[in-house]
């Protein structure tokens, strides 16, 4: 069973627009999730994160939205550049502490 | 540095030939983990520890083992490599809490 999901898996952008990555998950038990970037022939980085007692958490470019209600984040990145090309995935971890990781959204953006 | 070190980073193997993917890190995380990376599939987790001596399956463990002698290292073993283990490979380790994880620069094994 997925807990985290990404159903895009790729997305294009042009420089200089907004890039919005979504994510969901639905075990509600989760409180804290992440962000990262994963670059071709690298291990993923970590990128933002959020704690589900905000609902908004920014970091330059970067800016982690959560809607409980809704279970589900998104990752703005604004503006967006072609450095940012990258596969993104969400992830959060249970209180066992496992990692749960979304299948990922390969962004492309276009110069 | 604080760092995740896999090797080998490359790997091609035949199929039944026992083989040893290292892991270690150098952060003193209680947490380690491994993962691999297939095609729409995102990261899925193998094996995970808590501490030494202590593991336990993820979500896809068979024909993998793992073991947690030391803090720093866990190595990840394939007994009898098969075709549908060819894969990309990637170990973590955090401080557990939320906080988050490092990850290895990845291993591409290759089963034939």
């Known amino acids: 069973d997925q807990q985290v999901k990404q159903n895009s898996p790729s997305l294009s952008v042009q420089e200089g627009r907004i890039s919005i990555l979504n994510c969901d998950y639905t075990?509600?038990?989760?409180?804290?999730f992440l962000w990262y970037k994963k670059y071709p022939a690298e291990g993923p980085t970590f990128l933002i994160s959020i704690s589900s007692i905000k609902d908004k958490n920014e970091d330059g470019r970067f800016t982690v939205f959560l809607n409980k209600s809704a279970k589900h984040l998104s990752l703005h990145i604004v503006p967006s550049q072609p450095g940012d090309s990258a596969v993104y995935f969400c992830a959060a971890p249970n209180t066992g502490n496992q990692f749960y990781f979304g299948t990922g959204t390969s962004l492309t953006v276009i110069p | 540095e604080a760092q995740v070190t896999q090797n080998p980073r490359y790997l091609i193997t035949v199929t039944g030939k026992k083989l040893t993917v290292t892991c270690s890190q150098n952060?003193?995380?209680?947490?380690m983990s491994w993962y691999r990376q297939d095609p729409g599939l995102g990261l899925r987790q193998i094996y995970y520890?808590?501490?030494?001596?202590?593991?336990d399956k993820g979500d896809v463990p068979e024909g993998y083992k793992v073991s947690r002698k030391e803090k720093r290292n866990f190595p990840l073993i394939l007994e009898s490599p098969s075709p549908n283990q060819t894969s990309l490979y990637f170990c973590a380790s955090w401080r557990g809490g939320n906080t988050e994880a490092f990850f290895g620069q990845g291993t591409r094994l290759t089963v034939v």
């Open positions: 952060m003193n995380h209680e947490y």
């Open positions: 520890s808590m501490n030494v001596e202590v593991t």
């Open positions: 075990n509600s038990m989760f409180d804290y």
